[in-house]
């Protein structure tokens, strides 16, 4: 049975950092393409950043580049979002999610997931 899990989200000051976790149980981490996605309250689901499978090679939305920082850990099986210098428009519940069939690009512009975990939510306020 195949299951993400994210860990990590809360609330921190702006200019803070948070690191997300997703525990990715049942997958082989070389296989899927990996991607950080979040949504605020009204607004629509962004990819925030990607990872592919084969060259762990990234992709990051042009508000959070410089910023955020997508990672795996194949041993433990767990995908990372290290976000650093925090803004209030950066709150919203993140997901994590997994992808075949796809370019981890294609996946956090147009695509999305296949399995996608129940998300974490980040709130950055004073």
């Known amino acids: 049975q195949v299951q993400l899990v994210e860990s990590g989200g809360g609330l921190v000051q702006p200019g803070g950092s948070l690191r997300l976790s997703c525990a990715a149980s049942?997958?082989?981490?070389?296989?899927?393409?990996f991607g950080w996605f979040r949504q605020a309250p009204g607004k629509k689901r962004e990819g925030v950043s990607c990872i592919s499978g084969s060259n762990e090679r990234t992709y990051y939305a042009h508000s959070v580049k410089g910023r955020f920082t997508i990672s795996r850990d194949s041993a433990k099986n767990t995908v990372y979002l290290q976000m650093d210098s925090l803004k209030p428009e950066d709150t919203a519940v993140y997901y994590c999610a997994a992808a075949r069939g796809t370019t981890f690009h294609a996946m956090c512009e147009i695509v999305g997931g296949d399995t996608w975990g129940q998300g974490t939510q980040v709130t950055v306020s004073p």
């Open positions: 049942g997958f082989n981490l070389e296989n899927y393409n």
